[in-house]
């Protein structure tokens, strides 16, 4: 059981907008904003696409945004496309022993 | 460009030990932490722990204590990581990934390069 909560699985059509959540704890989300979001593809290695709450790396499209309200993350993709079908993964710093955790992970289904 | 190469598939018998690499190259190995993180078939990603290329200390999740060993070679720039008595819930993918950097070893609490991943398969 991951510690952070992630919905399994998120659908919209092509062009809409979709937001992915993340529930945390006072440990880790509500307490810092250390929250990053990662794209993974079917057989690839997860990418970067969020860090800090809500910065995107350069490269990565200003069709997706982040934000944080409490213990909750949120990852929201505009103007959905087909190539943004993948799983998505928040993670998080966390003042505990663990140190990092990640979300369960959300797949994201372009209807 | 920043790299990281990893190492081919293992298979390894239940109880035996199997080791994977990760060369990294394109940027300077000491100045930044690296983690490795599995992620078992049809699943999420698990943390399993962080290390210091510098000085070779690193902090492991708790379920891992005692039975995964980080160590590095600072004259190649790979980190390897080591898991012991092998068990059948061990089979997945294994990723090491570099953590950003705000400075020289100053974390900045995310995952800007992975590997390409490593498939271990425990099975007699």
């Known amino acids: 059981q991951s510690v952070l909560t992630q919905p399994a699985s998120v659908s919209g059509s092509p062009g809409q907008s979709i937001t992915v959540s993340c529930t945390g704890t006072?440990?880790?989300?509500?307490?810092?904003?250390?929250v990053s979001w990662y794209q993974q593809h079917p057989g690839k290695a997860p990418k970067l696409i969020m860090f800090d709450v809500s910065t995107r790396p350069s490269g990565v499209s200003d069709r997706f945004s982040g934000s944080k309200s409490g213990k909750t993350a949120s990852l929201t993709i505009s103007g959905l496309q087909a190539e943004d079908e993948a799983d998505y993964y928040c993670a998080s710093y966390t003042s505990t022993s663990a140190l990092r955790v990640f979300g369960g992970g959300t797949k994201v289904t372009v209807l | 460009q920043v790299q990281l190469q990893q190492s081919g598939a293992e298979v390894g018998r239940p109880g035996a030990s199997v080791k994977v690499s990760c060369k990294a190259s394109g940027y300077s190995f000491t100045g930044y932490y690296m983690h490795w993180v599995r992620q078992a078939p049809g699943q999420g990603l698990e943390w399993m722990g962080i290390?210091?290329?510098?000085?070779?200390?690193?902090t492991f999740a708790q379920k891992f204590e005692g039975r995964v060993t980080f160590t590095r070679d600072t004259s190649t720039s790979t980190v390897y990581m080591e898991i012991s008595n092998l068990k059948s819930e061990d089979t997945a993918v294994y990723y090491c990934?570099?953590?950003?950097?705000?400075?020289?070893?100053?974390?900045?609490?995310?995952?800007?390069?992975w590997g390409q991943g490593t498939l271990v398969v425990a099975s007699s």
């Open positions: 290390m210091n290329p510098r000085g070779g200390s690193a």
């Open positions: 006072s440990s880790d989300i509500g307490g810092y904003n250390f």
């Open positions: 990934a570099r953590e950003g950097a705000t400075g020289w070893l100053r974390p900045a609490y995310y995952y800007d390069f």
